[in-house]
């Protein structure tokens, strides 16, 4: 698909998987959700929204004790729905012909790919370091006053750009997978 696409036609994908992304997280919230969301629609990745449901959790929920963020949870779940296997009996390590240039899975090796871009965009794949980078600090989700803070120093903002950018980061990984 994406070497049948123009470098504008690209662009315009990246533009509009970030900006999706991007709006939903301001509206409603869950940067996971709506960074996987975003791709879904736009590679049509999956039909009904079990997926999405599952990863209610993600974002600001886990920000409190610093663990991974959501928006980077999202992105990895839109690549394994593209990329991973569809049965219990497909082998996860590769048939000669599904080696990528390591020798690991090429779905394997697009995660890593998307991971080492994430971690160069944002430094950190921990929901408190990269707010901390993105706002000054870390607000604790647990802490009533906090949270209220986080929505009024900018919080909302700062997060719907990073689960833009995700988004955006995950697309890119998805335009160069070989097609199956």
């Known amino acids: 698909m994406a070497d049948q696409l123009s470098q504008e036609e690209k662009q315009e994908i990246l533009d509009r998987v970030e900006r999706r992304a991007a709006a939903y997280d301001y509206e409603f919230s869950g940067c996971g959700q709506m960074v996987l969301l975003a791709l879904q629609q736009e590679f049509k990745l999956v039909k009904g ?9 993600g974002g ?4 409190g004790i ?3 963020c959501g928006a ?6 839109a690549l394994g729905l593209a990329s991973g296997r569809e049965r219990l009996e497909d082998t996860i390590w590769p048939e000669p012909d599904n080696k990528g240039d390591t020798g ?4 394997v090796e697009t995660v890593r790919l998307f991971y080492k871009r994430y971690l160069e965009e944002f430094g950190s794949y921990r929901c408190a370091e990269i707010q901390a ?7 604790d989700p647990e802490n009533r006053e906090e949270s209220m803070k986080f929505e009024h120093e900018g919080g909302r903002e700062a997060c719907s750009k990073c689960a833009g950018r995700s988004a955006r980061l995950a697309a890119e990984t998805l335009l160069e997978m070989p097609r199956r």
């Open 104 to 107: 690991f899975p090429r779905s």
């Open 72 to 77: 980077l949870i999202g992105g990895v779940l």
């Open 49 to 57: 929204m079990s997926v999405f449901k599952a990863l209610t959790f």
């Open 66 to 68: 610093g663990q991974v």
């Open 133 to 139: 980078k993105l706002l000054g600090k870390n607000y």
């Open 60 to 63: 600001r929920a886990t920000s």
